[in-house]
Nanobody, 125 residues
Framework: QVQLVESGGGLVQAGGSLRLSCAAS????????MGWFRQAPGKEREFVAT????????HYADSVKGRFTISRDNAKNTVYLQMNSLKPEDTAVYFC??????????????????WGQGTQVTVSS
């Protein structure tokens, strides 16, 4: 099992920045691809960003490309999401997710076996 705990969410004005963290514990973290997803009220959970096992490959949703950056520190068992130039439409609960055994990144929600409890991000206009 892998336990994931997100932190760093909060309320920010449009144009501002936040940095989300996801701390992993339990089974090996460094050989797994990780991802960030988000879910706004009344909407389905959607892909935001993903990173492969060593941080060498990343991929982003078009809606956040150029504004968000995913990174990881395997020595600290932590993955990050730096969010800049935030917009009101970025308001959502953000979830960290880990793949079961693959080091390759994925944009597909169903390919992630482990999920955190989520952290709220609210962007005011």
């Amino acid at each position: 099992q892998v336990q994931l705990v997100e932190s760093g969410g909060g309320l920010v004005q449009a144009g501002g920045s936040l940095r989300l963290s996801c701390a992993a514990s339990g089974r090996t973290f460094s050989n797994r691809a990780m991802g960030w997803f988000r879910q706004a009220p009344g909407k389905e959970r959607e892909f935001v960003a993903t990173i492969n096992w060593n941080g060498g490959s990343t991929h982003y949703a078009d809606s956040v490309k150029g504004r968000f950056t995913i990174s990881r520190d395997n020595a600290k068992n932590t993955v990050y999401l730096q969010m800049n130039s935030l917009k009101p439409e970025d308001t959502a609960v953000y979830f960290c997710a880990g793949r079961r055994s693959s080091g390759s990144y994925s944009v597909f929600l169903y390919e992630y076996a482990y999920w955190g409890q989520g952290t709220q991000v609210t962007v005011s206009s």
